[in-house]
C-alpha cells in the first residue's frame, strides 16, 4: 500500500501527524473526531514511489535526488522526482513513448523513467525544503 506525506503551505512544514485521509476523492483531516477538508491551496499531497535509495531513505514525489553512477561519481545535475504522464525514448521501437508513473526530470534534459533507485539515487532534499538544490 502507498504511503503518502503532506507538506502544509501555511506553516512551511511536513504534517506532523497522519490523522489526515482521502474521502470521497477530497484530502481530509480528522479534527475532533469530525471529517474536515484540507485545501489544496494550503496542503500538498505526495505519494510515496515505494522504492527506497542507496541508504534505504524512502523517495516521495517532490524529492530531489542525485545520481550515483558506477565507480561511485555524482552527476552534476540534481532530479527531480514526480509522478504523471511523461515521454521516455524506447531504444527497440526508436520512438518516444507516454508513460504514466513516476520519472525524473531535470532541466533542459528528457524525462526519465524512475529506474531502480537503489542502484544509483541519494535523497538530498525536496522541492519544498531545498529549492536552491533544483537549479534553473
Known sequence: ?????????????????????????????????????????????????????????????????????????????????QYGTYRAWCPIDKEYMTNVGFYVSVPGLPDMPLGPTEDYAKVIGNIFENPELIGS
Open 1 to 81: 500500500m502507498a504511503g503518502y506525506r503532506l507538506w502544509c503551505k501555511n506553516n512551511n512544514e511536513w504534517e506532523k501527524d497522519n490523522s489526515w485521509i482521502g474521502m470521497n476523492g477530497c484530502l481530509m483531516t480528522l479534527r475532533n473526531g469530525c471529517p474536515f477538508p484540507l485545501r489544496s491551496d494550503t496542503h500538498i499531497l505526495q505519494r510515496s514511489t515505494e522504492k527506497n535509495d542507496i541508504s534505504g531513505k524512502e523517495i516521495f514525489e517532490g524529492d530531489i535526488i542525485e545520481s550515483h553512477v558506477t565507480g561511485g561519481r555524482i552527476l552534476a545535475l540534481n532530479m527531480i522526482v
